[in-house]
């Protein structure tokens, strides 16, 4: 077996061939500390014709964010990169502020990516971000899928993300910057103890556990969750997906080990409402105990109903009801709608307006004629397209088999 190269940016090169080799077009997430600048100088001598363009997130958490994004964008320009500051308008302060910013660092880049038509966006995160993300959430009691290691790219929020890093460590990178007088911003919050990963980091330090055998750890985690994916797989084979519901049959289901029984829930689950992240584990076990005692169960706004042969995933008409209307293409993050007049918008039909469609006509049960997409002219039901053809109006799932098949096996 072929040793990997030592030097770091030529591993970080074989990555983004195997990555992005066949892309026209990428994204580069820079901060402006050590890791993300390497990964921008890395890419602009890799680029070779492809259209490169870099953005910085400024969280606006520290007076010197601002001055830190202009400097990320001098040297992009340097580069012959575009750059663009993404500023976050925080609303709220309720809640973990990290994971808030985390999620909004994600958003702000994935519309930037699309509206520059970008193919991917490379993101900084090496070796020893896998080796603290291990030890994080070995502390926190993670299973399976939170202790696997993070992987080489994934699609969430609409995009494509990249990690070319993961097989460089920190230290590696820093040596590689020096050795070209490459400068860097060090954030010092990398030194406050109240951040959860500085604490982790500082811990692995005084214990002197070695980063890449951490990382090898996390990737041997996620070999294994990689197989119970591919059972899950294999016990979902026979579901049915119509008029935007998803139904399992219940004997492989209730066969199958309880880590498999939680996996197709997650995938069902984000399958109907289009959620980002799957329910929370203690919600979804709660789920899985009625499940098996034959109750129905609403689940992150998804109604769950074991009866006779099969499970039936749809819609939870109360969440529904919750969606904001629409005056199209989209409505609830699962329905496409085509041909609405001017004054017309989309909501979901209702509990209350199934006497004026005859709704038992239709074949839906009850709550999924409830849940579906109406059209409304002020307050007037105009049609209910689900249960009766009104054309021109039109309504399609956003989401089929193939989403689902995707889900099941996500990382």
Known sequence: MTAPPRDPAARIRAALDRLAGDMPSLGVAVSGGGDSVALMRIIAEWARGRRIMVATVDHGLRPESEAEARQVGQAARALGLPHAALLWQRETEAGNLMAHARDARLRLL??????????????????????ETLMMRLA?????DGLAAMTEWRDAFGIRWLRPMLGVGRDELRDWLRARDIPWIEDPSNEKEEFERIRIRNAIAAMGLDIAALARAAAHIGEARDALSHYAALASQGAIIR???????RRPFSDAPAEIRRRLLVAGCRWITGADYPPRRATLLH?????????????????????GDRIRLSREPAAAMRAEPSEGPLWDNRWRITGLRPGQHVAALGLEALAQVNWRLSGLPRDEAAASPAIWQGGRLIAAPLLRPAPPLRVSPLRGATEFRRLVMAH
């Open 110 to 131: 994935s519309a930037w990516a699309q509206r520059n038509e970008l193919a991917a966006v490379a993101l900084g995160h090496t070796a020893d971000d896998q080796a």
């Open 140 to 144: 926190r009691g993670s299973g399976i």
């Open 243 to 249: 008029n935007g519901a998803l139904i399992l049959p």
């Open 287 to 307: 789920a899985l105990n009625a499940m098996a005692a034959g109750s129905r169960v609403t689940l992150d706004g998804a109604l769950i109903e074991p009866a």
